[in-house]
């Protein structure tokens, strides 16, 4: 039986630029957002996660879907995976790094190798969608 990890992220791009998030003693940048909590929304659960993590408000009017992406879980055993459901939103504030997260960063098309597996394939769907630099 395949284990499924369940994860909402944020997509949000500046000037062809994904923004990123890095946990303290970690290598690997994740796209921001997390595990939803026991009866929680997609949108709650962003809203919660983005305002832990990077210390801004989404706005939640401005939650759109982008898509959901699947592969093997970073730092798991093989047959582990993680299905990542992915939206777009605005947001109100600035972005510091809170939480366990060390550290944010602008993420370029030539950053794919820094990411996650999962993060990988949006990567690559952003980059063909002329969004990524």
């Known amino acids: 039986m395949t284990a499924i990890i369940d994860k909402i992220a944020w997509i949000y791009i500046v000037e062809g630029r994904l923004l990123g998030a890095r946990s303290k003693a970690k ?31 989404i706005r939640p009017e401005t939650i759109r879907p982008f898509g959901t992406f699947e592969a093997q879980a970073h730092g798991k055993t093989d047959g582990v995976l993680v299905r990542m459901s992915c939206y777009t ?20 098309y030539s950053d794919r190798e820094r990411v996650s597996e999962v993060s990988q394939i949006i990567f690559d769907k952003l980059h063909d969608m002329k969004l990524l630099l």
């Open 89 to 108: 939103a605005e947001f109100e504030g600035e972005l510091r790094p809170a939480s366990e997260i060390e550290e944010v960063a602008w993420l370029t």
């Open 27 to 57: 290598d690997t940048y994740y796209l921001p957002g997390g595990k939803r909590e026991p009866g929680e929304t997609d949108a709650a659960a962003l809203l919660r996660e983005i305002e832990e993590e990077l210390s801004v408000r």
